[in-house]
């Protein structure tokens, strides 16, 4: 850029770049009015040139009477230098106090560089700015910097990470190389039913899909988010579908919560305790789903979630013994004040939520500091309690499924994905506002006004509410924190969609022209601090997933072997289409249909067909496709080429490949339309064939299209190993127990008694046979 305007540092100032960079890396300055609105949308004045110049004596003054940054990150091992800003002639003192309660006194405090005048409760003050050095040392950790200058005391959060983050896979002892790749299915919880399935896939089902995957040679589940979903959708007493629509998990109302909707009921120890009049209405219940299961009509959420709701409430309410009583005590002392804050506004959403005004609770309680959020909570303790339980049941659940994954030998287990935002009507969002007499000023966790670009399309972009960046950076990025412990529960490895769009972002002005965005630092540096200390405190690796269709050097750099090591290959396209509908422009076809094409539809399809020829024609020259299969649009019959592009996908020298298993099993319905509405039943398609015929976890094994596709990617990542299916995995049976056995529960003590799988023999041992042969 030739010149910097005052606007232009005031934005910089702000962690807003005045230049963009687009994904052919043409640098371009960024329009004064996205400038002006984003930083309004920050709390900053920018509209007048008095305002920019009164902003930035703000900031600057802002600076000096914190006395301490917003946050210090650091690595271990390596001597920080702290800019710290005293009273002229005051005695001061610098302490780090730890999170395990030491206290530890910071001597090296260099002398005065600088001297500055500032307003302090209205009187002019002298305060110098010197440079405090950290000791060495440090443990890593979540600590914190206190200043006492004066009779004034200034605190910081202090975040020590480690000095350097293992590769991926070498916790469980890989080499990270080629030889040690892997691959795994990609799904969506909510499509993947069977038999016992209540309308929706379940914790049980997945116990499951990991047994299937695993006897097929997968070493991983990439699952994606499985976030609470919006109150106001969950909440709808009525049987019949929510006239809001469905919402997305990739725009959840918390990324803190998981969604009961996934729980598998009869999984609950507390069933074993219920009586049976009790019983046979819970039983009723899901035996109302037996057959819907086996049709591909779309999931209706409400019902099933009313349903499930129901059985969890009889459950709650059955005396629980002592052992369940201490360990939901513990998992409640130790949950975040954000996954209470979801509980209390559940409960209040059930509470007040009528069929006329499902958001009647946002006018009893508008922000979750007023009187009428804490008097609801003492008077309605025990409604709070019940959405934490179901909470502790989903780790319960979860944990139970990580133990299926390593009992049948699979070197990872879940990955599970984390969603790019939250809604903006949402959990999240009620528990970051701030109360009357908040130290923010007023100011939300989360911002309004402005909107993501630059994600995925099937993210919802403008629906998302992005992270203040001073906010997350004064609490010590707490909410990256809790999300990925949450993300964590029962997880073999964590996968965020471009992990790097959690500390830079693309926000745009609403309603601004579609190029028209700048990139936002939201602190990228302590971001990727707390990554670092969150995967070595949880025993995990945070990965990246990246389509082959999104970027072409990225796709160059797998064939090459120099991508990151941390990255999951997958061939699903950013629309989440299908790949046999997406070689043939279903995806443009669809949402013309839907009427929610934006753009000239000529062009459109024109410029969609020189993208996706360019990956075909390039399986094509590595031998994966035939050149007359590479023709985008003309595909008479879409499998060869979905067959051809999982073979190109095991040429990319990738540690980890992820197949989708909607197209494993051929399907083409999309599971979103973006843009489409109510027209189409977004995130509510389940799994099927290219029939629409649904495809259950009972018949998946059985399915041509999982052996092929199991067989192509087990003999690319270990060297000619080639697993036959010529009959059903054990353990598929229509009457096959509960998959959640029971060593979660006597893990935790619980007095339940354990269900034996009969899969248990024929798959740790086909396991073990995959060890020695790799």
């Known amino acids: 850029m030739a010149h910097m305007t005052p606007l232009h540092d005031l934005a910089a100032r702000c962690g807003i770049s005045p230049v963009t960079r687009d994904d ?26 008095d305002d920019v110049a009164a902003s930035l004596q703000q900031l600057a ?24 800003h005293v009273r002229e002639g005051a005695p001061y003192r610098l302490l780090i106090e730890t999170e395990d309660g030491a206290v530890l006194p910071v001597e090296a405090i260099g002398e005065a560089t600088a001297t500055t005048s500032v307003m302090v409760d209205g009187t002019p003050q002298l305060r110098q700015c010197r440079t405090a050095v950290l000791p060495e040392g ?59 399935s209540w309308g929706v896939g379940d914790f049980g089902d997945l116990s499951d899909l990991v047994i299937a995957a695993a006897d097929r040679g997968a070493d991983f589940i990439r699952l994606g988010p499985i976030h609470a979903l919006p109150i106001r959708e969950t909440n709808v ?87 369940r009583r201490r360990l939901f005590a513990d998992f409640c002392r130790q949950a975040p004040e954000s996954l209470k804050r979801w509980a209390l506004m559940s409960a209040a959403a059930a509470h007040y939520a009528t069929g006329r005004n499902p958001d009647a609770w946002r006018e009893k309680m508008p922000h979750p500091h007023s009187r009428t959020a804490a008097e609801f909570s003492e008077e309605h303790r025990t409604d709070v309690e019940f959405w934490l339980w179901t909470q502790f049941l989903a780790v319960e659940q979860l944990r139970q499924v990580k133990a299926v994954a390593a009992q049948v030998g699979m070197r990872v287990g879940l990955i599970t994905d984390i969603a790019p935002g939250i809604s903006a009507e949402g959990g999240d969002w009620w528990a970051g506002l701030p109360g009357e007499d908040a130290d923010s000023g007023g100011q939300s966790l989360y911002l309004d006004g402005i909107e993501r670009r630059g ?28 999300m990925l412990r949450t993300a964590a529960a029962g997880a073999g490895a964590i996968s965020i969609e471009r992990f790097s769009s959690l500390g830079r972002q693309r926000w745009a002005v609403t309603d601004a022209e579609e190029d028209a965005w700048a990139e936002v630092d939201l602190g990228s540096e302590a971001v990727d601090a707390v990554l670092a200390l969150e995967s070595e405190r949880l025993g995990l690796d945070i990965l990246s997933t990246t389509s082959v269709w999104e970027d072409p ?9 120099t991508a990151p090591v941390e990255t999951i290959a997958v061939l699903t396209p950013p629309t989440h289409t299908p790949l046999a509908s997406y070689i043939n422009l279903g995806d443009i076809e669809a949402a013309q249909k839907h009427k929610a094409l934006d753009g000239d539809v000529h062009q459109l399809t024109s410029d969609a067909r020189t993208a996706r020829q360019e990956v075909l024609k390039e399986a094509a020259e590595l031998g994966a496709l035939a050149p007359t299969e590479t023709m ?43 843009g489409a509405g ?21 018949e998946l094994d059985q399915h041509p299209g999982f052996a092929q596709i199991a067989n192509t990617l087990s003999e690319q990542v270990s060297g000619g190993l080639r697993l036959e299916a010529t009959e059903p995995a054990a353990g598929f049976a229509a009457d096959t127990g509960s998959t959640a056995a029971g060593e979660l529960q006597s893990d935790a003590g619980a007095d339940t008694a354990g269900r034996d799988r009969q899969a248990t023999g024929s798959t740790a041992a086909s396991a073990r046979t995959r060890e020695e042969d790799r």
Not at 456 to 468: E, H, K
Request: negative net charge; contains cysteine; aromatic residues 4%.
């Open 24 to 49: 052919d890396g043409t640098q371009r300055p960024v329009p004064e009015a996205v400038l002006t609105g984003l930083l309004e949308a920050l709390g900053v004045a920018a509209t007048t040139d």
């Open 61 to 84: 003054d802002d600076e000096v009477r914190r006395g301490l940054p917003r946050c210090v990150t650091m690595r271990a091992g390596a001597p920080e230098g702290v800019p710290v």
């Open 138 to 196: 440090l443990p890593t950790g979540y600590h914190t910097l206190v200043l006492t200058d004066g009779d004034a005391e200034h605190r910081c959060p202090l975040i020590v990470a480690p000095a350097a983050t293992p590769d991926p896979g070498s916790r469980a002892g890989q080499a990270g190389d080629a030889r040690e790749r892997m691959w795994g299915l990609c799904a969506d919880l909510y499509a993947i039913r069977s038999h016992r």
């Open 237 to 323: 007493k009525s049987s019949k579908a929510s006239p809001l629509g469905t919402p997305s998990p990739y725009v959840p109302s918390s990324r803190v919560a998981i969604d009961p909707i996934y729980l598998r009921i009869e999984d609950v120890p507390e069933i074993g305790h219920v009586p049976a009049a009790q019983r046979e209405a819970i039983q009723s219940l899901g035996r109302g789903w037996g057959r819907p299961n086996a049709a591909a009509e779309p999931i209706p959420r409400a019902k099933v979630l009313g349903d499930k709701l129901a059985a969890l409430r009889i459950l709650y309410s059955m005396p629980p013994t002592p052992t």
């Open 455 to 482: 994600g995925s399309a099937s993210s919802g972009d403008a629906a998302l509410r992005p992270w203040n960046p001073q906010l997350l950076a004064a609490d010590g990025y707490t909410a990256v924190r809790d």
């Open 553 to 561: 050097e990225l796709r160059h750099s797998f064939a090459d072997g």
């Open 632 to 674: 985008v649009g003309t595909i008479d019959e879409p499998w060869p080429v979905v067959a051809g592009l999982h073979t190109y996908l095991g040429q990319l020298n990738a540690a980890y490949l992820g197949a989708s298993l909607m197209d494993i099993v051929g399907q083409e319905a999309p599971p979103h339309i973006p």
């Open 678 to 698: 109510e027209s189409h039943p977004n995130w509510s398609v389940v799994l099927q064939d290219a029939n629409a015929q649904a495809v259950l976890i009972e």
